[in-house]
């Protein structure tokens, strides 16, 4: 599904309602803002190991429809790392104790485009140093290289918002 928005953001998002409208920019990246199109869109990701894969797949679409595909290949590793990190650590059980979903979504300003993901966990995302035998942990370096910046943001009543910019 893509979800494409003309308002304007609200001052906090809740992880009920985060469908970023054309023109949302993570605020720690609005230095980076230049003059050029804009869209977006979301997908949202249900909580199997598949999805990793779709997130994958769903951004490399996007990417071509927006005329961005030079982009794709360093997209789909960080979007890869995020979309794992999310569904690993931040998955949580509604009323009905079913998982909540996982959005993500790719808002383009320019040739600058945002990759972000919300899931309603508590944990925080971490730069982790792990040791020469550990078998990861090296995913938000991964983020951090290929990106011009990335962070996060926590969400009312509970979750966060990761992200990511590359250009």
Request: with cysteine; net charge negative; proline share 9%.
């Amino acid at each position: 599904m893509i979800t494409v928005q003309s308002t304007t953001a609200p001052s906090q998002w809740t992880t009920f309602d985060w469908w970023p409208p054309v023109g949302w920019w993570p605020e720690a990246a609005r230095d980076l803002l230049g003059a050029g199109p804009s869209a977006s869109a979301t997908f949202v990701l249900p909580p199997t190991p598949a999805s990793v894969h779709s997130a994958r797949s769903y951004t490399t679409g996007v990417l071509a429809g927006w005329g961005l595909s030079e982009l794709a290949e360093n997209m789909e590793l960080v979007v890869s790392e995020l979309a794992t990190n999310a569904l690993r650590h931040g998955l949580r059980l509604d009323e009905q104790r079913r998982p909540c979903p996982v959005h993500m979504s790719l808002v383009r300003q320019g040739s600058l485009v945002t990759s972000a993901f919300t899931d309603p966990g508590s944990s925080v995302p971490v730069l982790r140093y792990p040791g020469p035998l550990d078998t990861g942990g090296l995913g938000l370096h991964i983020v951090e290289s290929l990106s011009l910046r990335w962070g996060w943001s926590a969400l009312a009543p509970h979750g966060k918002i990761v992200w990511a910019v590359l250009s």
